[in-house]
């Protein structure tokens, strides 16, 4: 079970939150607070694994609360963050958020977000070792819960970044694998005519791309992903000279 805290200032917001946690079987909800400085009274007196929080909160709001933690990401609570703006999305993940939910969210939203707590609880608890990626031709090799992980770089759908870890999802894996790693190690040792980062989130196999809507690609599998406004004129570029006209 994954001990977690629920905070935020409004009622009903807090009492969804609550709901929503108390369904997942494992999550383990050891507080419910109204504000960061009663969340932090916790913490000072258990051990707290996750924390899914509001980040406009009157006193100390989310952000600020996240960054006074554990300096060190690894033993720090992982940390999932809610608000009604979504200007905030960048700030959270600055911040150490592997999560992101904007009000108002759904139950299925807020699961993926969990998913996301738990794949790096799991990963911290299997291993403590630094996670390396060697390159060999089309292979890439990760260290991971102990073993070394073979995976086929034409088999990755996407990239993503969670705080400090990585999650690769392939074509050929049921679950993605988690790993300690930056995108820009990894990013060094993918072919840069078959791998694009979208967003300071996302790095995606160019072949995988099934359609290109608004500010969104859609992978494979049915993934879709954002793009990120620093981002767009490249993955344009890269689209506009591929695309069919008369």
């Not at 990239?159 to 990013?187: G, H, N, W």
């Not at 809507?213 to 591929?242: C, Q, T, W």
């Amino acid at each position: 079970m994954i001990k977690c805290i629920a905070i935020d200032d409004e009622p009903l917001a807090l009492k969804k939150l609550v709901t929503y946690i108390k369904k997942i079987p494992y999550l383990e909800l050891v507080a419910e607070c109204r504000s960061a400085i009663e969340a932090q009274q916790v913490i000072d007196q258990q051990q707290v694994e996750a924390i899914f929080l509001d980040i406009n909160m009157p006193d100390l709001n989310g952000l600020d609360f996240a960054k006074s933690l554990e300096k060190d990401q690894r033993r720090g609570p992982v940390m999932v963050f809610t608000t009604a703006y979504s200007e905030y999305a960048i700030e959270g993940y600055k911040a150490n958020g592997v999560g992101y939910l904007l009000k108002p969210y759904s139950f299925e939203e807020f699961e993926e977000a969990a998913q996301k707590v738990r794949d790096i609880c799991e990963i911290r608890q299997q291993s403590t070792t630094e996670v390396s990626a060697e390159i060999d031709n089309d292979v890439i090799y990760v260290k991971s819960d102990y073993r070394i992980v073979r995976i086929s770089i034409n088999s990755i759908r996407y990239i993503e970044a969670m705080s400090e870890y990585l999650r690769i999802t392939c074509d050929d894996r049921d679950k993605p694998v988690i790993v300690l790693l930056s995108m820009k190690k990894i990013e060094e040792h993918l072919p840069d005519n078959k791998f694009m980062r979208i967003h300071r989130s996302h790095i995606i196999n160019l072949s995988k791309i099934s359609e290109v809507k608004k500010n969104h690609v859609v992978i494979e599998g049915g993934f879709s992903l954002p793009i990120g406004d620093n981002y767009k004129d490249a993955f344009m570029n890269y689209l506009n000279k591929r695309i069919l006209t008369k």
